[in-house]
């Protein structure tokens, strides 16, 4: 008939008029996705994520902090053990009149008393000194962490160590 | 009586059955995925370990085979670095970088404390760090990089080895080139 249009030579493709979708490349990408996601699985998960507004320093070192008591000195308040000590320009204030921190330096002694009276329970003869790790800000002055350092030591830690975020390329 | 064609020859109008079985794979691919991102880390902390002046917390100080030479670093925010030994004073003074600002000298620090270490304190592990009040914490953690030097992984494979770095046999042990125990002290004034 003229003027009809013409029946359609183009045939659609096969899976088209199955209605399925190949899964086999989906499964091959989710694998690949799996397998990097593992890698950087961690169970400790991240340091830094207790106190806001804390930017670390970038550091070269490999040694990892593991499970240690950690201050975080943050731009605005200061967190140990996971709490709310202080803010920080009262720290600030306090370093500035002692050596020392003192409403910082009240909750570590007590978390030194329990520490030391958990070894005694367990019945530890020789345990290992007691640790702890400091966040601090990127931007503060080293007054104030040579503050918090000296407190942790006044406490009782003996084994003081700062934290920084790995960069092995920053020296390049 | 006529038989229907088989299965086979229908060609690829059916899905291929053996993509049904990945079916439930990808269900469970599924649920880990949002869970493993959740527990991804993609940034590692480190701790660079400090030790105590003797006065405030019982620090060591120890320099170790009854050798009590001291090298010292101090970091002054107006007049860079300077390195104390025995008495000899070396200044690094602040340098301007690209964009005009003044930094420290970290590689003159690095190279003349590599010189030192290969010269005279091929033994020593031990350095103090007098750091003034006004250097930003940032400065300070760089500074601490470079006195420790680069950075290598060992495994302890020997009794002595294990005697030296103070791990047992099998343990991996991070080795620092120049001088990894560094002890916070006060600045000096120059």
Redesign the interface.
């Known amino acids: 008939m003229p003027g009809a249009p013409a029946p359609s030579k183009i045939r659609r493709p096969?899976?088209e008029?199955?209605g399925?979708v190949?899964?086999?490349s989906?499964?091959d990408m989710?694998?690949i996705?799996?397998v990097f996601?593992?890698k950087?699985?961690?169970?400790?998960?991240?340091?830094?994520s207790s106190a806001a507004n804390l930017v670390?320093?970038?550091?070269?070192?490999?040694?990892?902090?593991?499970m240690v008591d950690r201050v975080a000195v943050g731009q605005d308040l200061i967190y140990f053990l996971e709490s709310e000590v202080m803010s920080t320009p009262d720290a600030i204030a306090e370093k500035t009149r002692n050596y020392f921190i003192p409403t910082l330096l009240a909750p570590m002694k007590a978390r030194i008393a329990e520490i030391i009276e958990m070894d005694a329970r367990a019945g530890r003869d020789n345990p290992d000194p007691p640790k702890i790790?400091i966040?601090?800000?990127?931007?503060?002055?080293?007054?104030?962490?040579?503050g918090v350092?000296?407190t942790?030591?006044?406490a009782?830690?003996?084994?003081?160590?700062?934290?920084?975020?790995?960069d092995l390329r920053?020296?390049e | 009586m006529a038989f229907p064609p088989s299965k086979s020859r229908r060609g690829g109008k059916d899905k291929d059955p053996g993509e049904d079985h990945l079916i439930p794979i990808m269900n469970l691919m599924v649920i880990l995925i949002p869970f493993l991102l959740k527990a991804a880390v993609f940034v590692t902390t480190v701790a660079l370990q400090v030790t105590l002046p003797a006065s405030s917390a019982g620090g060591s100080g120890d320099s170790g085979g009854g050798d009590n030479r001291v090298l010292m670093v101090s970091v002054n925010n107006e007049n860079g670095f300077a390195i104390i030994n025995e008495g000899a004073v070396l200044e690094y003074p602040k340098v301007t970088d690209s964009n005009g600002n003044k930094v420290f000298d970290f590689e003159g620090l690095s190279t003349k404390l590599d010189e030192i270490k290969t010269l005279y304190y091929e033994d020593h592990n031990e350095i103090y760090l007098g750091v003034q009040p006004d250097v930003l914490y940032a400065d300070v953690i760089n500074t601490m990089d470079i006195v420790r030097g680069e950075t290598n992984s060992l495994t302890i494979e020997s009794e002595e080895q294990a005697a030296l770095y103070d791990s047992a046999v099998g343990t991996r042990v991070n080795v620092y080139s120049l001088f990894p125990n560094i002890i916070f002290g006060a600045a000096i004034a120059l």
């Open positions: 096969q899976h008029e199955d399925g190949k899964i086999t989906l499964m989710m694998v996705i799996l996601l593992l950087t699985f961690s169970t400790q998960g991240d340091l830094s670390l320093p970038h550091s070269n070192v490999k040694d990892r902090p593991g790790v966040l601090a800000h990127t931007q503060h002055l080293y007054s104030l962490i040579e350092v000296a942790a030591g006044q009782g830690y003996q084994d003081v160590s700062l934290a920084a975020l790995q920053k020296w």
